[in-house]
């Protein structure tokens, strides 16, 4: 088996004070990324996504944002990046 190697400057933190989109098990959530620790993400401005439209497209389909800043588990994050 192969020895990972953390590379510095590469996972969630590269993107600190970004606008990211979280890929989690049931839901995708959009947000400025404030926050991390060793359970949660913290997004401000976020919103759920409950219908993507095309990815080529500048804005969600179906996108409803949240009330205040939010937090997600890093346990149910699949995957992540910028998207819009």
Wanted: hydrophobic share 45%; with cysteine; aromatic share 14%.
């Amino acid at each position: 088996m192969k020895k990972l190697i953390e590379v510095e400057g590469e996972g969630l933190g590269l993107f600190l004070g970004e606008r990211i989109t979280l890929f989690c098990g049931n839901y995708i959530y959009t947000g400025k990324l404030i926050g991390i620790n060793n359970l949660f993400v913290k997004l401000e401005n976020a919103a759920i996504v409950y219908e993507t439209g095309a990815f080529n497209e500048k804005n969600w389909k179906d996108a409803q944002k949240l009330p205040h800043e939010w937090y997600v588990m890093l346990s149910f994050i699949e995957s992540f990046g910028i998207l819009k």
